[in-house]
């Protein structure tokens, strides 16, 4: 089963890595290559940088690719609805040890409260998600609701490239393949647009770049714009992504 008894799946138990991204494209540029992933920033508590994006969170918060948790556990401490969607089981099952809720689901497939969500999360370089950053920034154009906002973390280099990856430790032991994408400021601003986001506002703090991204309002009498809340029935058992 994907995401399962892999050097990710290791990686979420310990807490620890070193785990990377191994470029995989045979006539890819830099094929090969192996990028970083920062496990130890991600099962640790939230940094500065996770700061700034969490007090820009309007609820109910959907963080996409939530990892083990740490977004979806702040922002419940603080009484912000919230819950994460991630389709390894490894990284709901620490999300919900943290006290977050959490669902095994990929976002392409159906979600609860589609259309009514105030803030949505890509952190982490998340936007690669699928490989297809138009089609993943459009599907969440439709989870989020008239006005409601995207907060999304772009590249620190100005690249634009998709790729076919798999996640693997420092002993070689890696996982399957899958196609994934890396977007700099500039391109994930392009994206936006081109999938009908505003940018509102973009940001650095320790080397990490943001945007936030609104999906435009509708009328003042579309009952959608009225305050959501999070559902408050999770469902609990793991479903394939």
Known sequence: MPWTNDPYAHALRTGR??????????????????????????????????TGVLLRCTGPVLDVGCGPGRLVAALAVRGVPVLGVDVSPDAVARTRRLGGAALRRSVFNRLPSEGRWGTALLMDGNVGIGGDPVALLS????????????????AADDVDERLTVRVEDAHG???????????????????????????????????????????????????????QSCPTTIPRRATRP
């Open 17 to 50: 890595g070193p785990l990377y991204l191994r470029r995989l494209a045979p006539r890819a540029l830099r094929a090969g290559e192996l990028l970083p992933l920062d496990v130890e920033r991600w099962c640790a508590a939230p940094d500065a940088a996770d």
């Open 139 to 154: 599907r969440l154009r439709e989870l989020a609701r008239p006005g409601g906002r995207l907060l999304v973390e772009a």
């Open 173 to 227: 032991h890696h996982g399957r393949p899958f196609p994934w994408a890396r977007l700099g400021p500039t391109a994930l601003l392009h994206t936006a647009v081109a999938t009908g986001w505003t940018l509102t506002d973009r940001w650095t703090t320790d080397n990490r770049h943001f945007l936030q991204l609104h999906r435009p309002s509708a009328g003042p009498d579309d009952p959608r714009l009225a305050p």
